[in-house]
């Protein structure tokens, strides 16, 4: 996500909370028996030693099932998405079900949400619900009317969403955040927390800003992360975490959220610096890594405490070689969630 935003509110970052083989065949018909006596009692036997190695019937070959409660785990060099170390593939794999429901007339209530998974386990996180926002869409390229329609954010009007950047060589932003985001999930889910997407990649575009604040605000969500990477110039690299400012408009009111949502977001800096290795930001938030704005929907119209981060700078060629990375976005995804989990108590 490339913009340019109003000064940051300062943060001393020593404030950080963190730091340091086939299936056997049956022949058919069954043998038959010779009139002439003299081979009556050859035909028979073989007949019989036939009926024992062919068996009752032919079935299928047993199904490996997983055990209970086994998952498969997903490589840190292989993102969800069919991309292996960044490099896009040129038709990503796309399950029957994700294609069904991934049509351009698929309904705004049908399409948008992800339904949260039920807590698994007895994790510190048990009992708390979290949402993760993957920025932008894979889809919103080829669905430019829909994504251009304005929509209101309390103080204003924004795009309904944007397609988001991309590296040079093509890796989009909106694939990068997905895989990040499902990798966060895996994380807090295995810490007990319950865990619901805005968009899970199933869907044909969007959702829209005010809808992604929405699914926050419904789920009564104990915090709500957007992930994202910039798109600023070569030279500018970093992380940096917006905070929501104070606005107070139309159907907007951030007055409750502004100081959850900054203690939120410090814990997330400082985890995710822990985590991967990343500087903050060194043309935003004054090397605080922080970023506060007034003119987000998705920060606007929230209920509940919520913060975006840009996870780094798809124009720059070191920070592209962490993006486009899956050992790397999986730090990420650890960093993030570890600010969540220390946010939440856990």
């Known amino acids: 996500m ?28 069954r043998p038959v028996l010779v009139a002439f006596a003299a081979l009556v009692p050859t035909a028979l036997a073989a007949w019989l030693v036939w009926q024992v190695v062919s068996g009752p019937g ?37 399950s029957k079900s994700e294609e069904d429901s991934a049509s351009p007339s698929e309904s705004k209530s049908k399409a948008s949400k992800d339904p949260a998974r039920p807590a698994g386990g007895s994790g510190p996180l048990r009992g708390k619900i979290v949402v993760i926002d993957p ?37 989009t932003e909106a694939r990068f955040t997905l895989d990040v985001a499902k990798r966060m999930r895996t994380v807090l889910e295995r810490q007990g927390a319950t865990v619901q997407l805005t968009q899970n990649g199933n ?26 990477a910039d798109g600023s110039g070569e030279g500018n690299r970093g992380f940096h975490v917006i905070l929501p400012a104070s606005v107070r408009a139309g159907a907007a009111d951030t007055t409750p959220i502004v100081k959850p949502s900054r203690d939120l977001g410090e814990r997330i800096a400082g985890r995710y610096v822990k985590a991967t290795g ?13 970023d506060t704005r007034s003119d987000l929907g998705g920060l606007n119209l929230s209920k509940v405490p919520k913060v975006f981060i840009e996870c780094g700078n798809m124009r720059d060629s070191q920070d592209v070689e962490r993006l486009t990375s899956g050992a790397w976005r999986q730090k990420a995804a650890q960093g993030i969630s570890e600010g969540i989990m220390s946010f939440l108590g856990g």
């Not at 490339?2 to 943060?11: H, I, K, Q």
């Not at 397609?163 to 093509?170: E, K, L, V």
């Open 2 to 29: 490339s913009y340019v935003g109003p000064e940051p509110d300062g943060f001393d970052p020593d404030g950080w909370d963190g730091g340091g083989g086939a299936p056997r065949r049956r022949f058919g018909g």
């Open 58 to 94: 032919e079935s299928e070959p047993p199904k490996v099932m997983p055990a209970p409660g086994q998952s498969s785990p997903v490589s840190p060099s292989q993102d969800e998405t069919g991309e292996k170390d960044g490099k896009a593939s040129a038709s990503p794999a796309r």
């Open 135 to 171: 920025g932008h869409n894979p889809g919103n390229f080829q669905h430019t009317t829909e994504i251009n329609r304005s929509v209101n954010v309390g103080n204003g009007s924004k795009e309904c969403d944007t397609t988001g950047t991309s590296t040079n060589a093509g890796y």
């Open 203 to 228: 869907r044909a575009w969007g959702p829209c800003v005010d809808e992604r604040a929405e699914i926050g605000n419904t789920a009564k969500a104990d915090a709500v992360v957007s992930v994202h």
């Open 278 to 290: 990343q500087a903050p930001s060194n043309y935003v938030g004054g090397g605080t890594g922080l």
